[in-house]
């Protein structure tokens, strides 16, 4: 089973809407990050938060994060075609945390 | 600027034959992953190494071999190549508490 599992699997949104990915996890974490994976390319990070934060912006991405019920969501604001992507979450697992999982990802369309 | 690159983009084999996928980082990253990426199944960790002359077990490693010569690059073998391992594979860095984590572009296996 996956320790890490965003939901929905994927949405559509029209540009300049904002939208929400979640992600739930199943273990205990240090930190949790999301990446974006557009077609063709390899996953870019876009932001880490860690067990002690709520909330971490960059720019119009608005990560938060509740450890009491293992969830997380990443909002996108004022959206763009080119925000169209996989995005996934991940955690690092194992007792140094050097072990990095995925969850199987949303794919977000952003239509103009 | 962090770089992570992967050789061959590309690579037709055939079922029995060696395959070796190499990686290459000048990031000076301790920590290096394969994954694999097939629809429905999001990213899925292969090997992974915290420093040059360490290889560990992900989630999938039968059928693969790692190899961490040096701090730089991480080589991913499959001795005996099976179409079930037609995939895209993707190499990644990170630094020791994964703070900080770059994707190769990807490599593209299609075993025949």
């Known amino acids: 089973s996956q320790l890490a599992e965003e939901n929905p699997w994927a949405l559509s949104v029209h540009e300049g809407e904002s939208v929400t990915v979640n992600c739930s996890y199943k273990?205990?974490?240090?930190?949790l990050q999301w990446y974006r994976q557009k077609s063709g390319e390899g996953p870019a990070q876009l932001i880490l938060?860690?067990?002690?934060?709520r909330e971490k912006r960059n720019g119009r991405l608005r990560a938060t994060l509740d450890t009491s019920s293992q969830s997380s969501s990443l909002s996108i604001t004022a959206t763009r075609c080119e925000d169209t992507a996989v995005y996934f979450c991940?955690?690092?697992?194992?007792?140094?945390?050097?072990?990095?999982?995925f969850g199987t990802g949303t794919l977000l369309s952003v239509k103009p | 600027e962090a770089a992570v690159t992967q050789s061959p983009r590309n690579k037709v084999a055939v079922t029995g034959g060696k395959v070796t996928l190499s990686c290459n980082q000048t990031?000076?990253?301790?920590?290096m992953y394969w994954y694999r990426q097939d629809t429905g199944h999001g990213l899925r960790l292969i090997h992974y190494?915290?420093?040059?002359?360490?290889?560990e077990k992900g989630d999938i490693p039968d059928g693969y071999k790692a190899s961490r010569p040096s701090q730089e690059n991480f080589s991913l073998i499959l001795e005996l190549a099976t179409p079930s391992q037609t995939s895209v594979y993707f190499c990644?860095?990170?630094?020791?508490?994964?703070?900080?984590?770059?994707f190769g572009k990807g490599t593209r296996l299609t075993v025949v």
């Open positions: 990644a860095s990170g630094d020791v508490a994964n703070t900080e984590v770059f």
């Open positions: 273990t205990s974490i240090t930190a």
């Open positions: 938060i860690r067990s002690n934060e």
């Open positions: 991940a955690t690092p697992y194992g007792g140094s945390g050097n072990k990095l999982i």
């Open positions: 990031n000076n990253h301790n920590n």
């Open positions: 190494s915290y420093g040059a002359g360490s290889t």
